[in-house]
């Protein structure tokens, strides 16, 4: 596994963990971060999104798709840009910005784990 591919593994591995609580006991999640709790079925609906989605990360960093974990740095960087906006809106507790940082700081990983890999290249190529 490349550096890189470890990085979306990790986070996928994050994804994964979390799509437990979201799915069987959402109102434990709910309640930590200081949500209003729920018996609707949209959070574990949620969970199965973040389930599959954490299967798709954990998959990609294993075999090094690199079109795919370079497409998860915008995207994993503009979560937080997103629940701000939210919180911005008082739509939604500022709580949820803590949600979003692992997100930032995944992101922030594979970027450098990106770069670090095309200057290794780079130099082993040279």
């Given at each position: 596994m490349s550096y890189p591919g470890k990085t979306v593994f990790v986070f996928g591995c994050y994804m994964l963990l979390l799509s437990v609580p979201l799915l069987l006991a959402p109102n434990l999640l709910l309640g930590l971060f200081g949500?209003?709790?729920?018996?609707?079925?949209?959070?574990?609906?949620v969970g199965l999104l973040v389930l599959y989605l954490g299967i798709y990360y954990v998959l990609a960093?294993?075999?090094n798709i690199l079109p795919f974990i370079s497409a998860t740095v915008?995207?994993?960087?503009?979560?937080?840009v997103v629940f701000a906006v939210f919180v911005a809106a008082d739509m939604v507790s500022p709580m949820l910005?803590?949600?979003g940082l692992p997100d930032l700081f995944g992101a922030i990983w594979t970027w450098s784990a990106l770069r670090s890999n095309r200057i290794g290249n780079a130099v082993t190529s040279a």
């Open positions: 949500f209003e709790l729920t018996q609707e079925v949209w959070i574990r609906v960093g294993r075999r915008p995207v994993r960087a503009s979560v937080l910005l803590v949600l």
